[in-house]
């Protein structure tokens, strides 16, 4: 049985950084933040293989957000910097069972309460 804690999230000025950590109990594959804003659909933010080989990232945050894992910690975060008044949402951490990275959430099948991240223009 595989259970996800976030944490991390908040309210930040625009251009600001904040680290979401998502803390891992279970063996997990593939490690994945999702995003939802109101009124939207939850998207895909970024993920990255177990041993962090393989590791994607939306276009909407590539260069601003990094993905990382500590095995050793059993912890995942994601790096958010020079954020927007449109990352406003609730981020969740995922895990999938699948080895390689999947984008949609239908694919994977853990998933933590989810974090409010605010960004304040």
């Known amino acids: 049985q595989v259970q996800l804690v976030e944490s991390g999230g908040g309210l930040v000025q625009a251009g600001g950084s904040l680290r979401l950590s998502c803390a891992v109990s279970g063996r997990t594959t593939t490690m994945a933040w999702f995003r939802q804003a109101p009124g939207k659909e939850r998207e895909f933010v970024a993920a990255?293989?177990?041993?962090?080989?393989?590791?994607s990232t939306a276009d909407s945050v590539k260069g601003r957000f990094t993905i990382s894992r500590d095995n050793a910690k059993n912890t995942v975060y994601l790096q958010m910097n020079s954020l927007k008044p449109e990352d406003t949402a609730i981020y969740y951490c995922a895990s999938s069972d699948y080895l390689g990275i999947t984008y949609s959430p239908s694919a994977y099948a853990y998933w933590g309460q989810g974090t409010q991240v605010t960004v304040s223009s």
């Open positions: 990255l293989s177990r041993s962090g080989g393989s590791i």
